[in-house]
């Protein structure tokens, strides 16, 4: 229903992203690509489900030979990653503190687990879930 125009102007930041990686994934067998870092962001606005999943094995496909970082809310896609990260911002503070930690097998579950919505680790149907998306990865 949006009539056509310049993608800057028609597009969410989330549909820009989607659009860059399938961009990124066409150009990947172009000479120089493997030395490109390439950071997607919102790159999971207003999906889910098997769509989610899609967008992660895309990510998965282009991280071969580069670097590939992901910021999601998403455990379908979280889950495919070859390293995890937990970023957490403090607003408490002056200037705000954002602090990046990678996470460990056990954690990542846990965090797998908590964007699933489980409130501790003692949610075990969030946890058995977060386990079988890391075997299916």
Known sequence: GVPAGPLRETASGGELSRVMLAIMGVAAGTAGAAERTLVFDEVDAGIGGQTARA??????????????????????????????????????????RTTVTELRDGEVVSELARMLGADGDGDGAARRHAEELLRAA
């Open 55 to 96: 967008v992660g094995d895309a990510l998965r496909e282009l991280s071969a030979g580069r670097q590939v970082i992901c910021i999601t809310h998403l455990p379908q896609i979280a889950s495919l990653a070859a390293r995890h990260f937990s970023i957490a911002k403090d607003a408490s503070t002056t200037p705000a």
